[in-house]
């Protein structure tokens, strides 16, 4: 989000997976609080914007994991295309990072066809 910020032009392709993966993860919170969601799985949000989205997420989900009693506790939803699921706490948890893992992978290689050299993602470049 900081090196999207401070470009002047950011690639469409880019835009439009940044903003699902930030969709997606309030779409799974709002499963798992029981709640409606906001937000449509491929709506595309102003990169300005995406901070503010992006905290609320965390928030939620931070909220989620310190109130859990059960990570291994059945959550039923339905999915954007209206049929019936139930899956485990903790799996939904975990693919909700391995989604924005597999997006972020496809936002680097966009950048880099559009010749912007991407900031590493690595996790272990994040805890230095």
């Given at each position: 989000?900081?090196?999207?910020?401070?470009?002047?032009?950011?690639?469409?392709?880019s835009?439009?997976?940044?903003?699902?993966?930030?969709?997606?993860?309030?779409?799974?919170n709002?499963?798992?609080?029981?709640?409606?969601?906001?937000?449509?799985?491929?709506?595309?949000?102003?990169?300005?914007?995406?901070?503010?989205?992006?905290?609320?997420?965390?928030?939620?989900?931070?909220?989620?994991?310190?109130?859990?009693?059960?990570?291994?506790?059945?959550?039923d939803?339905?999915?954007?295309?209206?049929r019936?699921?139930?899956?485990?706490?903790?799996?939904?948890?975990f693919?909700?990072?391995?989604?924005?893992?597999?997006?972020?992978?496809?936002?680097?290689?966009?950048?880099?066809?559009?010749?912007?050299?991407?900031?590493?993602?690595?996790?272990?470049?994040?805890?230095?």
């Open positions: 989000m900081e090196q999207f910020g401070q470009m002047d032009k950011v690639p469409k392709k835009i439009k997976m940044f903003s699902h993966i930030l969709n997606s993860h309030h779409i799974w709002q499963r798992i609080l029981g709640k409606t969601h906001e937000f449509e799985v491929w709506q595309k949000h102003a990169v300005e914007d995406w901070n503010d989205i992006h905290y609320d997420n965390q928030r939620s989900s931070f909220e989620i994991i310190t109130n859990a009693e059960d990570f291994n506790k059945r959550i939803y339905t999915s954007t295309e209206g019936a699921y139930s899956n485990d706490l903790k799996d939904i948890l693919h909700i990072v391995n989604h924005a893992t597999h997006h972020r992978g496809q936002i680097v290689m966009d950048m880099r066809a559009s010749k912007i050299e991407p900031i590493p993602l690595d996790y272990i470049f994040y805890k230095r």
